[in-house]
């Protein structure tokens, strides 16, 4: 499964606190995870805690694989 980079932007899916499995698409417009993943929240809000793809906080900080993209958000 994957979600488009656009609407993952706030979500734990594109945080970099979020320490689920995920990977980057080869045209880096989809961030590619499993249907059902969660993952723990590593420093945030919510630290230890396990969150799912469309969690978000306030404290979301950009994953840095999503920073180093060729193409734009």
Known sequence: MGTPVKTAVGKCLSCERW??????????????????AVGLCIGGPWHRTLRETVSACGRWAVWPVLKTRKIPH
Do not use: K, T, W
């Not at 320490?19 to 059902?36: K, N």
């Open 19 to 36: 320490a689920g499995e995920r990977s980057l698409s080869a045209d880096q417009r989809v961030i590619e995870h499993a249907p059902d």
